[in-house]
């Protein structure tokens, strides 16, 4: 087992040198526009009514679905990551399984993830995850007591039979990789964090505490960190001052409804068009979206409203993908 506290373990080639992308490094499925949680740092932590457009249907249609990934098979390059994430829990979709194996056969991607909160695997799930071909799973922990879980997620959890299910998954995963992650601020103090490490930490390959990251402009990130610091991303670098984000020169993010989105944040800076009648490469090397990625050489601030008010990306990025000195080059490929 490996115990981390960032991801930066990951081979991450410098972004600046790499661009401009003839296929995407991630595309991100969004299968499920629904959770059974409402943490409390999430969106769905707010009415339904405070969302904005997310997306007009709740699940996405397998064969949609299947038409996005016949669609990667003929760019240049496989994807780096296929990941199945987005605002919501990707274990709701009955068909996850077989959106898995779908990719897996379909040979579109050097790896294909779930981002997920992991209460919804029992063995019959695992099975079907595990023979789908699944390399990596990603659980967010919420707590190291069921209390804890409720007053973060606003959810009833059987800790002792979660604490089975994933111990059962991982008896059995095969090649699957186990990340377990918790957010610092579901961790009280030291005697928790060593709790965390101790119920967890035989279940998994890679265990970390991240770093909470305001994603949300209508919730109050300082009040739920607790005096925790906000200077720090997700994975544990301290935050950049940076003017260019990175997200929409290597991803994509196919919604439930299929429209394309540039980034993973919580609202939308634009729809680039729909895979219901459009394919990956199309709108990958779209007009609309060399456009954007221009503009945001300027700067977020010249990208638009969204993503001059967008505080995400900074939390969510790596010093390798930071754009700024490469500015002036990429500007003459977009």
Not at 247 to 269: H, R
């Amino acid at each position: 087992m490996q115990h981390v506290n960032t991801l930066t373990g990951i081979t991450r080639a410098v972004l600046g040198e790499e661009l401009p992308l003839s296929t995407p490094f991630l595309v991100q499925i969004f299968p499920v526009y629904g959770c059974n949680f409402r943490c409390e740092y999430c969106l769905h932590a707010l009415p339904r009514m405070q969302h904005g457009y997310i997306s007009d249907v709740t699940f996405m249609e397998i064969d949609l679905y299947k038409k996005c990934i016949d669609d990667m098979i003929p760019l240049p390059n496989k994807l780096k990551m296929l990941r199945f994430a987005g605002i919501g829990e990707p274990l709701l979709h009955k068909n996850i399984s077989e959106m898995v194996r779908y990719a897996k056969l379909q040979k579109i991607a050097e790896s294909v993830d779930i981002v997920t909160n992991g209460v919804l695997l029992n063995e019959k799930l695992s099975w079907s995850l595990i023979e789908s071909g699944l390399d990596r799973l990603r659980i967010s922990i919420q707590g190291v007591t069921a209390e804890k879980y409720n007053g973060i997620s606003k959810a009833n959890i059987d800790l002792n039979k979660f604490l089975q299910n994933l111990r059962f998954f991982y008896k059995h995963k095969e090649k699957t990789t186990v990340y377990i992650k918790i957010i610092d601020c579901a961790l009280d103090d030291e005697a928790e964090t060593k709790r965390f490490y101790d119920m967890f930490g035989e279940l998994c390959d890679i265990i970390a505490v991240e770093h909470l990251a305001p994603a949300v402009q209508d919730i109050d990130y300082r009040n739920i960190a607790g005096g925790k610091s906000l200077d720090f991303t997700q994975n544990g670098n301290p935050v950049l001052d940076v003017a260019i984000c990175p997200q929409p020169f290597y991803m994509l993010q196919i919604n439930p409804d299929g429209a394309i989105v540039p980034c993973c944040s919580m609202k939308y800076p634009g729809v680039f068009g729909n895979i219901s009648n459009q394919s990956i490469e199309e709108i990958w090397n779209s007009q609309q979206l060399a456009d954007f990625r221009r503009n945001m050489l300027e700067g977020t601030q010249n990208a638009g409203p969204v993503c001059s008010e967008c505080l995400m990306y900074k939390y969510n990025l790596f010093p390798e993908d930071v754009l700024d000195p490469f500015a002036q080059r990429l500007k003459a490929y977009y």
